[in-house]
């Protein structure tokens, strides 16, 4: 009998993929609402984050088989994330400088993702993004403000592929990954997050469209919505977008706590 798949969207970017028989928490934000304040030269700094609260106790997600961290913004990887999971649980960073920095906060069994990536026996890949465009990047604050961030790609025979494409604007990369690995499922960050001066820094609902246009048969996940403060692309309209574009049968938007199984 197979093991049904599923995500869960916890809040913000937070999700935990059933997947294969294990269960993965990937980019962990778990404070209460309004523990940090805004992030400082972005869209709404005045309002604390996270905008909203958990919509399920944290501790029923420290039973995860393993974490996955695609890069260590505080939206992704926060402090009482930290303080929360035990030290032991398996965890995979994009690369060495994530990894020692999750290891100097007490975790002692911390890989680093890459393309050719094994847990049990669910392979996985890291995928390249790119947190803003070439001109934040241009600017060397800004550039190290922003970072590295990555995306993961799930595959495993008898199960749907799963794309999380992470945090990042459009790029030929990221394009050719979904030509390439033509996902089943793709989830994607879908905010709009702003940057003073600097535009956006993740997906708007044109790219929503533009991955339908690609994979048409694909079931598009959109998340990373109304939790944080420099995200400024709603539920409500990424609906209205969908509804007047026809794709509404090809995009889910859930809600926090929501779980979508494939």
């Known amino acids: 009998m197979a093991?049904?798949?599923?995500?869960?969207?916890?809040?913000?970017?937070?999700?935990?993929?059933?997947?294969?028989?294990?269960?993965?928490?990937?980019?962990?934000?778990?404070?209460?609402?309004?523990?940090?304040?805004?992030?400082?030269?972005?869209?709404?700094?005045?309002?604390r984050n996270p905008l909203v609260g958990l919509p399920i106790e944290?501790?029923?997600?420290?039973?995860?088989?393993?974490?996955?961290?695609?890069?260590?913004?505080?939206?992704?990887?926060?402090?009482?994330?930290?303080?929360?999971?035990?030290?032991?649980?398996?965890l995979f960073a994009?690369?060495?400088?994530?990894?020692?920095?999750?290891?100097?906060?007490?975790?002692?069994?911390?890989?680093?993702?890459?393309?050719?990536?094994?847990?049990?026996?669910?392979?996985?890949?890291?995928?390249?993004?790119?947190?803003?465009?070439?001109e934040a990047y241009a600017n060397p604050q800004m550039a190290e403000i922003l970072g590295k961030s990555s995306g993961v790609f799930f595959g495993k025979p008898g199960e749907k592929s799963v794309y999380i494409v992470g945090d990042t604007i459009w790029i030929e990369e990221v394009e050719n990954n979904l030509k390439e690995f033509q996902p089943d499922i793709v989830v994607v960050n879908t905010g709009f997050a702003q940057v003073n001066g600097f535009g956006p820094i993740i997906f708007g609902k044109e790219d929503v469209l533009r991955i339908h246009e690609i994979l048409p048969e694909a079931t598009i996940i959109a998340v990373h919505m109304e939790a944080v403060n420099h995200c400024v692309l709603s539920r409500k309209e990424l609906r209205e977008y969908i509804a007047e574009k026809g794709i509404e049968n090809s995009v889910v938007i859930p809600l926090d706590g929501e779980l979508i199984a494939f």
């Open 58 to 90: 944290p501790g029923s997600l420290m039973d995860a088989d393993a974490v996955i961290v695609t890069h260590l913004h505080p939206d992704h990887w926060d402090e009482a994330a930290v303080k929360m999971l035990p030290k032991d649980k398996v």
């Open 94 to 134: 994009q690369n060495e400088n994530d990894a020692e920095v999750i290891r100097s906060a007490g975790f002692s069994k911390v890989h680093i993702m890459s393309e050719n990536s094994l847990f049990d026996d669910i392979s996985f890949k890291k995928t390249h993004c790119q947190h803003g465009s070439d």
């Open 3 to 47: 093991i049904e798949s599923n995500i869960q969207l916890v809040r913000n970017a937070t999700l935990v993929l059933n997947y294969g028989g294990k269960k993965f928490l990937i980019d962990p934000m778990l404070a209460e609402q309004g523990a940090y304040p805004g992030f400082e030269g972005t869209a709404n700094s005045h309002l």
